[in-house]
């Protein structure tokens, strides 16, 4: 006679189920993965016990009005007393305490895997049998309405688990048998232990397929990866992490990533896929690789799809994002054609790391890309122009000074992108000979040629007339000869005089009383508070209005070539300024039409 005993789950179970199923588990399918965990775990407890056990998944669907799903396993199994514990009470896992210290390989910890189920099926049916001896067979059946009940069987049946599920209304495509198969190959495609599909009276193998880790051929690595992440690799490296017990592979990606993408990675706990997108396994400048990897240290959080932020995961990072580096500086040495294309590809990546590790740095620094005003090349050529890095910190200046540095042959580095004037000031502190400066328009106009003294008397008179032009703007006339003679004027503003524009325009804009505040700031001496504007004498335009005699055309030149540099130069214009470019155009057009005959 059968021995039956009802009971109730410690709480409403409705709820908890709701509650899971919508906040904790992506999605139904997680079942399949839950179910698979704990045969794993179930086969690897009896393995603990004896050495030479070996185990056996199986796995069967049946079709119908009701499809049902059987999944088998002939691990360690229950008993009464453990089924009341583990199975009935939510949040208890059998795998603590004891199991844990002695090194058991469990995946499954938290205790509540087993209610996924509930989310395709209304009952769940588990017959087990522990393998102990003496244990009789039971069967358990738990209820989504909180209720469960045990019974002992009389049957004879072989020590292990069957877990019975009927696909509830509206989930009958989980019971499908490719879906399923689908599932367990991709959860538990890497497991070593077998996992079988029953169809009919053959079986189908699911698992045992060889992972990644364990495979040292590049060729098949590399087919290995672009058949999982569906795209092309140009290299694979080895990745091992002692602390975080991390083993796999890094695949370098042919095309330059999307960078307001979050990279991500391939992750399996002991075997199992934890995550096809797990964050922050790698350093963030490791985005030119994308990893498969499996793990028998880190903890995975409870929904089984990334690892809790701890320690571990922190010194696991850096081992990894060491591996990948080794390998880098490796190729460095032996392959720096190898290297050089990578850069190409993934510069930026290259410049990150370059900047936080020195080693790595001192190998890669001279193959950097940079644009200057010679083209884009390497520090390295850029280094065999002149033996010294000259750079603009900002995009704006170096567009300022690079038509005039480029027609001068002067090799002006734009240091204004992601990490570039960082790099080259940590090149000046790492390779002290060479000398590394900033330089904007103003260091660049102080250098270009004087006049001789012929030119400098010729022009006297318009460079007065220019100068007094000028002041109400906050800047002063100057005159050199340079190329490119189509330009005919530079504007120049150094920081004291940037921060004094700066301050006039949050005045041109603001309250009144907020314009005192900030009349009182700027207190800077007159002289340190002008922009330059340099005219160019090699210009003919210039040249020639260095002859013109009426001193208001001279004004109306010199202020509409003063907006056209600083438009040239991407500033802001204030008030008075736009004022001239549209007054100041209009009587140039007027000029223009009066000296028609
Ligand atoms: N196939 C199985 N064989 C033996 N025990 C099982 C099996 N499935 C579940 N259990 C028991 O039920 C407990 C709860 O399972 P589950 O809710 O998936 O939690 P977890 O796997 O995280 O421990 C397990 O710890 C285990 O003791
Ligand atoms: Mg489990």
Known sequence: MARMSDHRFQVDLTGIIDLLSHHLYSGPQVFVRELLQNAVDAIRARRAEDGKFEGRIEVELAGGSTPTLVFSDNGIGLSEKEIHSFLSTIGSSSKRGDLLERKVDFIGQFGIGILS???VSDEIAVVTRSCRSGSRPQEWRGRGDG????????????????????????????????KVAGLIRRFGGFLPEPVLLRRGDSLVRLSQEEAPWNISSQDRLLELGRGAFEEEFVDVVPLRSTAGGVQGAAFVLARSPNLAARRSDRVYLKNMLLSDSAEGLLPDWAFFVRCIVNTTRLRPTADRESFFEDDLLDRTREELGGSLRDWLVDLARRHPDRLRALIRLHHLAFKTLALHDEEFFRIVAGWLPFETSLGEMSLQEALKHAPEIRYALTVDEFRQVM??????????????????????????????????????????TRELKELDLKDQESAHEFLL???????????????????PSDLPALYSIDETAAFHRSVQESKDVSSEHWGAVLDALRETPEESRLATLCFNFSNPLVTRLCKVKNRDRVALFVQTLYVQALLLGHRPLRPPEYKILNDGLLRLLELGLEARP
């Open 117 to 119: 189920c509930f989310m």
């Open 147 to 178: 209720t469960y009940s045990v019974r002992t069987l009389e049957a004879e049946v072989e020590p292990g688990t069957r877990v019975y599920l009927r696909a509830r209304p509206g989930a009958e495509e989980w019971f499908d048998s490719e």
């Open 403 to 444: 038509r005039v540095a480029q027609a001068e042959n002067l090799c002006v580095i734009n240091g204004g992108y992601v990490h570039g004037a960082e790099l080259l000031e940590k090149y000046g502190e790492l390779f002290p000979d060479v000398p590394v400066s900033a330089v904007d328009a103003s260091t660049i």
């Open 465 to 483: 007339t220019a100068d007094a032009v000028l002041r109400r703007f906050d800047c002063r006339a100057d005159l050199k000869s340079f190329q």
